[in-house]
């Protein structure tokens, strides 16, 4: 009976270490799960105003109006937000629904800012607070929003790679890119876009020769 005990326990911890993903599976190919732009840390810096409005755009607006059509924008436009393509991967599963309730509780007194902070976003405490979606394994991949600035012209992203079922962060790393394009909606989905091409012409594969070496 004990040596049954101990073989189902074994057996368990071996199909569960064979299960968990890895950082090396980031740079495989397979499945990747999308989890959308991530606001819950995000600072708005300078004032943003919307093609049909006489003035600047109060945090509510960005957060019950624009967030939810910025994470659209990528779901909707998979040619030109090609997940699978930029990060050398088979297929990709949408699923920002978990994300999507984050932003919905972000504090609209602390979304906004005149100035650019000196700050550190913790990823791995961020991750670990994740709460499953509609996937419970395999390799997770959020886009945690570090801020959009309009005074510099600029937003910062942390692209963050990490094992659904663990929550372990495998790889993050940050990047800024510029706003392009007409109407608010577009003009920072630019941005978002353009990280994508950087990732897709050289940093995807810049990750990948530092985790070989």
């Not at 991750?127 to 910062?156: P, R």
């Not at 929550?167 to 876009?193: C, D």
Request: hydrophobic content about 45%; aromatic content about 12%; glycine content about 6%.
């Amino acid at each position: 009976m004990k040596r049954s005990i101990l073989l189902i326990w074994v057996l368990t911890f071996s199909l569960n270490l064979f299960s968990q993903t890895t950082t090396k599976d980031v740079f495989k190919e397979g499945e990747i799960v999308w989890f959308g732009l991530d606001f819950s840390q995000a600072k708005f810096i300078g004032q943003f105003v919307g093609a049909q409005s006489s003035g600047p755009l109060s945090a509510q607006d960005l957060k019950q109006n624009m967030m939810p059509l910025w994470n659209g924008v990528i779901i909707n436009e998979p040619l030109r937000y090609n997940i699978p393509l930029v990060f050398r991967k088979t297929s990709v599963y949408n699923d920002i629904e978990m994300v999507a309730n984050r932003n919905k509780t972000i504090d609209e007194n602390t979304m906004l800012s005149v100035n650019q902070e000196k700050r550190e976003i913790d990823v791995n405490v961020m991750v670990s607070s994740y709460t499953k979606g509609e996937k419970a394994e395999g390799l997770g991949l959020v886009f945690i929003v570090d801020y959009f600035n309009k005074i510099n012209i600029e937003a910062a992203v942390i692209v963050t790679f990490f094992d659904i079922k663990t929550k372990k962060v495998l790889f993050s790393e940050s990047i800024t890119a510029k706003p392009r394009g007409f109407g608010l909606r577009n003009y920072w989905a630019g941005a978002i876009y353009s990280i994508f091409m950087q990732i897709n012409k050289t940093q995807f594969d810049s990750w990948k020769q530092k985790l070989d070496n």
